[in-house]
Antibody, heavy 112, light 107 residues
Framework: QGQLVESGGGVVQPGRSLRLSCAAS????????MHWVRQAPGKGLEWVAV????????YYADAVKGRFTISRDNSKNTLFLQMNSLRLEDTAVYYC?????WGQGSLVTVSS | DIQMTQSPSSLSASVGDRVIITCRAS??????LGWYQQKPGKAPKRLIY???SLQSGVPSRFSGSGSGTEFTLTISSLQPEDFATYYC?????????FGQGTKVEIK
């Protein structure tokens, strides 16, 4: 069914930017929509964004709309999440997902 | 946006117990619902898709039912490895929305 591996997380100051990557393998990446889901420490799951198989259509959660951008490079089997104007409340583990396959998650900590 | 109300938020149960978790959608979502299990420090794992279809490799003690606005996840005989947090997710429309989660603990 494949594998997803996130990278790019870390500690960043409020207002700064960070880009997450998700490398896909073991399935035809270019045929599937892909999602980002996040989980703040001790909290529940929150859907963040989706991108269609060809990158032509995207949707976002209201909490990140206008600040985050989901994109993909099908030639490199890679999904991205560009996160700008980061806020304290964006602190979370970020998962990329294409059910039933999920990555292991990448921790983003927004802190001054 | 569609709101998913999940209940209970937590429960205590014993090995062998039958456990039922419920999700209610704020509007009809047909059968566009999945159930997920998450253990501490791990990624969620999908158990059920299409409200009632068992994901390959998932034990048959897990089952899902419902359509429209009312959905249930049933664990017929709770096993030690089932102690975890469970979430429903609607994918009928964007933004997709999760329920608040149900933590299943050992009694």
């Amino acid at each position: 069914q494949g594998q997803l591996v996130e990278s790019g997380g870390g500690v960043v100051q409020p207002g700064r930017s960070l880009r997450l990557s998700c490398a896909a393998s073991g399935f035809t990446f270019s045929s599937f929509s892909m999602h980002w889901v996040r989980q703040a420490p001790g909290k529940g799951l929150e859907w963040v964004a989706v991108i269609s198989y060809d990158g032509g259509t995207t949707y976002y959660a209201d909490a990140v709309k206008g600040r985050f951008t989901i994109s993909r490079d099908n030639s490199k089997n890679t999904l991205f999440l560009q996160m700008n104007s980061l806020r304290l409340e964006d602190t979370a583990v970020y998962y990329c997902a294409r059910d039933p396959v999920w990555g292991q998650g990448s921790l983003v900590t927004v802190s001054s | 946006d569609i709101q998913m109300t999940q209940s209970p938020s937590s429960l205590s149960a014993s090995v062998g117990d039958r456990v039922i978790i419920t999700c209610r959608a704020s509007q009809g979502i047909r059968n566009d619902l999945g159930w997920y299990q998450q253990k501490p420090g791990k990624a969620p794992k999908r158990l059920i898709y299409g409200a009632s279809s068992l994901q390959s490799g998932v034990p048959s003690r897990f089952s899902g039912s419902g359509s429209g606005t009312e959905f249930t996840l049933t664990i017929s005989s709770l096993q030690p490895e089932d102690f975890a947090t469970y979430y429903c997710l609607q994918h009928n429309s964007f933004p997709q929305t999760f329920g608040q989660g149900t933590k299943v603990e050992i009694k």
